[in-house]
């Protein structure tokens, strides 16, 4: 069955500093994997997917996730938080029939100044 | 814009209560999903609906149904509801064929049963 699992229920970083947000996946198909933020009091909305193509991908805000089948990662990372990046992060991976997402549990991501 | 809109933002019911939370979605998408959040379990996946009058059980179905009987609108139903019932449930659209790449959710009701 395909999973995710996020390492870490909160992250806290301090602005300027490199942000990595760890995901680790479960499939029996070769997935396809994505990263959703969810800012306070608003829905959902994608950061960016990996669907087969370049293992490095890029997203909105500067954030970017590399593809790592030997280790079944995508992690998410930034390599200068801005106070405007705290939010929820959820990591997500298309299930085996390719109709739905699984979720992870959430990453909350605090930035200090 | 596209939009996914859900048709209470709170909502506060009794136990035992029949519950109705609406979706309406503008994009003739096939697609249409329920998920609730809550912390610290992110989002489970309820039901979802590959055509109109078609469902399927997510992970957690259990004292939930759901209708689907025009494209555009996807409901879901806690036909007794129960206080483990309190969520923020979100209703997502997708095109057919896109395995989540094009998924647009809505803003979220937040249903409070005491």
């Known amino acids: 069955a395909q999973s995710v699992t996020q390492l870490g229920s909160h992250v806290s970083v301090s602005e300027g500093a490199l942000v990595l947000l760890r995901c680790n996946y479960s499939?029996?198909?070769?997935?396809?994997l994505f990263w959703y933020v969810q800012y306070p009091n608003q829905g959902l909305q994608l950061l960016l997917k990996?669907?087969?193509?370049?293992?490095l991908v890029k997203g909105i805000n500067g954030f970017e996730a590399e593809f790592k089948k030997s280790e079944t990662s995508f992690h998410l990372t930034k390599p200068s938080a801005h106070m405007s990046d705290a939010a929820e992060y959820f990591c997500?991976?298309?299930?085996?029939?390719?109709?739905?997402?699984?979720f992870g549990k959430g990453t909350t991501l605090s930035v200090s100044s | 814009d596209v939009k996914v809109t859900q048709s209470s933002r709170y909502l506060v019911k009794r136990t035992g209560e029949k519950v109705f939370l609406e979706c309406v979605q503008d994009?003739?998408?096939?697609?249409m999903f329920w998920y609730r959040q809550d912390p610290g379990l992110g989002l489970r996946l309820i039901y979802f609906?590959?055509?109109?009058?078609?469902?399927e059980k997510g992970d957690i179905p259990e004292g939930y149904s759901v209708s689907r009987e025009k494209k555009e609108r996807f409901s879901l139903i806690l036909e007794s509801a129960s206080t483990n019932q309190t969520s923020m449930y979100l209703c997502?659209?997708?095109?057919?064929?896109?395995?989540?790449?094009?998924?647009?959710f809505g803003s979220g009701t937040q249903l409070s049963v005491l």
């Open positions: 997502a659209s997708s095109p057919t064929g896109t395995r989540g790449e094009k998924l647009f």
């Open positions: 499939s029996s198909v070769p997935p396809y």
């Open positions: 990996y669907t087969s193509a370049a293992t």
């Open positions: 997500a991976v298309s299930n085996q029939a390719g109709t739905a997402l699984i």
């Open positions: 994009m003739d998408h096939e697609n």
């Open positions: 609906s590959y055509d109109v009058k078609m469902k």
